[in-house]
């Protein structure tokens, strides 16, 4: 927190650059992990990572459709974690933060901003370096927790890159008092499914990410809480800073247009988490000994989330988790009974074939539903619900649509 306070007076004296001062969050978290401990990836962990992927990719064949997605198999430490996924978190959290900053400003009396010039734009300086030192704070405590590059459900890391935290596994696996290569294989078995499924369904990165902006677009900024949050701000006490909280300035609006925005994200979140479990469960179902402890024990932590995800859902609004995990597994389960596993994952061509949260009441009759996809043929396959999503990293140049 030290360190926190010196960038935050040396960032005061001049204009960020963006709601977010990332550059702070990236310094905090990387400070607050290596005060917690960031265990370097030993040679031995990067192998038996890269076996695991390996092993998992080759028992996940006969369970999907596609082929692999991994193009690089990776063991990161914590600070990799944060620095490769923090362009998907700046994209996610600017549009929230953009709202608090603006709220900070309307704080200031219109007579009092003629009066303030120039300073008037240390308000937002002020805004961005609050959220940025909290935000790293929240993602050094997730970084501690995650497994994977996909552990939570977003494809937050490079396009083809799947990536396990060693360190993470380890301590999660003594918990479960399970042996870690079993544990880290699962992970893997994970990892490598989500890989699959978002390197072969091109629109499935913009739909998910998308439906995060759209639920985040309807959080709207509590006031009062602001206001009293810097009123405990002493300006002569840079300390008194450390005392500032920003947790419950972000609320769903409660509207007809935020509840549907809510139930998109929980679904998409859903069957993504749905079909990754059933697809992971049937393919290690014979082969691994504790695949059921395991399972249970994986759908459970999706469904409460850990502390690090309930403390960055009270910081930014955002509940990341999917609600109607289980429903949706037993979805998957009997699309692949009725229509086989091409037909199951042939549900994945459009987002118009997924199934809708009623659906979820009856997976059976979804199931069993005549397709017709003479419907379909004036569909554009390769552009719905936006321009696809570039991985963190590649040029935003939406002209060029011939990239996969």
């Not at 960020?16 to 990836?41: I, K, T, Y």
């Not at 927790?145 to 935290?165: F, H, K, M, Q, R």
């Not at 998409?268 to 504790?290: F, I, M, T, Y």
Request: glycine fraction near 8%.
């Amino acid at each position: 927190m030290q360190q926190f306070m010196s960038q935050l007076q040396h960032l005061l004296s001049a204009p960020g650059s963006g709601p977010v001062n990332w550059d702070l969050a990236r310094q905090v978290a990387a400070s607050q992990l290596a005060a917690a401990g960031d265990p370097a990836v030993s040679p031995y962990e990067r192998n038996a990572v890269e076996e695991a992927l390996r092993l998992a990719d080759l028992w996940l064949e006969p369970a999907s459709a596609w082929p692999t997605g991994i193009q690089s198999p990776v063991a990161w430490n914590r600070n990799e974690w944060i620095f490769k996924t923090l362009d998907v978190w700046r994209k996610l959290c600017d549009p929230v933060a953009s709202r608090m900053v603006g709220a900070m400003g309307d704080l200031v009396p219109p007579e009092a901003r003629a009066q303030l010039g120039p300073m008037q734009s240390m308000v937002a300086t002020l805004g961005g370096a609050l959220f940025g030192g909290q935000l790293g704070q929240a993602l050094g405590s997730l970084a501690a927790e995650v497994l994977s590059a996909g552990d939570i459900g977003l494809p937050l890391g490079p396009a083809g890159t799947a990536a396990l935290i060693p360190a993470n596994i380890r301590a999660y696996g003594e918990g479960l008092e399970l042996p870690e290569d079993e544990v880290r294989l699962y992970v893997a078995l994970r990892e490598a499914a989500h890989q699959r499924l978002f390197q072969h369904v091109p629109w499935l990165r913009g739909h998910v990410l998308s439906a995060v902006e759209m639920y985040a677009s309807g959080i709207r900024v509590n006031r009062e809480a602001i206001e009293e949050a810097m009123g405990r701000v002493d300006p002569t006490d840079p300390e008194s800073m450390q005392a500032i909280a920003l947790e419950g300035i972000f609320t769903p609006e409660d509207s007809p247009a935020q509840k549907a925005s809510l139930a998109r994200l929980e679904t998409a979140l859903a069957l993504v988490e749905g079909w990754v479990c059933h697809v992971v469960d049937s393919a290690a179902s014979d082969r691994l000994p504790n695949v059921v402890r395991l399972g249970e024990a994986f759908r459970r932590r999706r469904a409460a989330g850990g502390p690090a995800e309930q403390t960055f859902a009270a910081l930014v609004g955002l509940e990341l988790r999917p609600r109607r995990l289980r429903e949706a597994a037993a979805l998957w389960a009997a699309l692949t009974e009725h229509r086989g596993i091409a037909g199951r994952d042939a549900v994945w061509g459009h987002p118009d074939l997924l199934p809708s949260e009623d659906d979820f009441a009856d997976p059976v009759a979804f199931a069993m539903a005549d397709l017709d996809l003479s419907e379909l043929d004036n569909f554009d396959f390769t552009a719905p619900g936006g321009v696809q999503e570039k991985a963190p990293g590649e040029p935003d140049d939406t002209d060029d649509d011939t990239k996969p």
